[in-house]
């Protein structure tokens, strides 16, 4: 089974709201991402999260906070989001961080900022 | 830095019409290559991973070949049903690069 499940499919939120994405694998792997798409373009790294440490944080504003509460779960929580940041948020993991493991992607949520 | 360039943006392909898609990098240590297809609103489904030059895989009508500087998606007697944008990108150090994608759709 190579399903990553990810939490609520669609989201609208207030700039004034909190929120939280959730991510769920039972694959074993033990690195996890999220990635932010906007339309026609390709998926652009936010965080990595290896052996539940976050590894990588692409300089992502504060008002993203994630999560990794153990291995096989990925929360990324919402704060004071911009109108701008209306995307498909998704979720993604792999064996590893490293040694070129393919990563696993989630169905996204589709998030509304209004 | 990596950077990963594909080309053509955009393919119209009639059934049938064989054709291939490039994706051009240049990555400090390639750990992999990667190619995927993504289906609109949805996330993108792995295909294949390549290590190293001179590597090819195949999957039904698709086969992925890589050298030193470029990798190729050649696509045989495509489907309707392969229409999507197919995605490539490279591992380096501990994250993948991807490329803009390019947009297929075969017409029946």
């Known amino acids: 089974d190579t399903e990553v499940t990810q939490t609520p499919k669609h989201l609208v939120m207030g700039m004034t709201n909190k929120k939280s994405l959730k991510c769920e694998q039972h694959?074993?792997?033990?690195?996890m991402y999220w990635y932010k798409q906007k339309a026609k373009k390709p998926p652009e790294l936010m965080f990595v999260?290896?052996?539940?440490?976050?590894?990588i944080n692409e300089s992502v504003p504060s008002r993203f906070s994630p999560e990794c509460p153990n291995s096989s779960l990925l929360n990324l929580h919402l704060h004071a989001l911009q109108p701008e940041d209306s995307a498909l948020y998704l979720c993604?993991?792999?064996?590893?961080?490293?040694?070129?493991?393919?990563?696993?992607f989630g169905p996204g949520t589709r998030l509304t900022v209004t | 830095e990596d950077q990963v360039t594909q080309s053509p943006e955009a393919l119209r392909l009639q059934e049938g019409e064989s054709s291939s898609l490039n994706c051009s990098y240049t990555?400090?240590?390639?750990?992999?290559l990667f190619w995927y297809r993504q289906d609109p609103g949805k996330g993108p489904e792995f295909l294949f991973t390549?290590?190293?030059a001179g590597e090819e895989k195949e999957k039904e009508r698709l086969k992925a070949t890589l050298t030193k500087k470029e990798s190729f998606l050649h696509i045989t007697a495509p489907k309707p049903e392969d229409s999507a944008t197919y995605l490539c990108?490279?591992?380096?150090?501990?994250?993948?690069?991807f490329g803009d994608g390019t947009t297929l759709t075969v017409k029946p």
């Open positions: 990108a490279v591992q380096g150090a501990g994250k993948s690069t």
């Open positions: 390549l290590y190293s």
């Open positions: 990555v400090s240590g390639l750990r992999g």
């Open positions: 993604a993991s792999s064996q590893g961080q490293f040694d070129g493991y393919e990563q696993y």
């Open positions: 999260y290896s052996y539940e440490k976050l590894s």
């Open positions: 694959m074993g792997h033990r690195a």
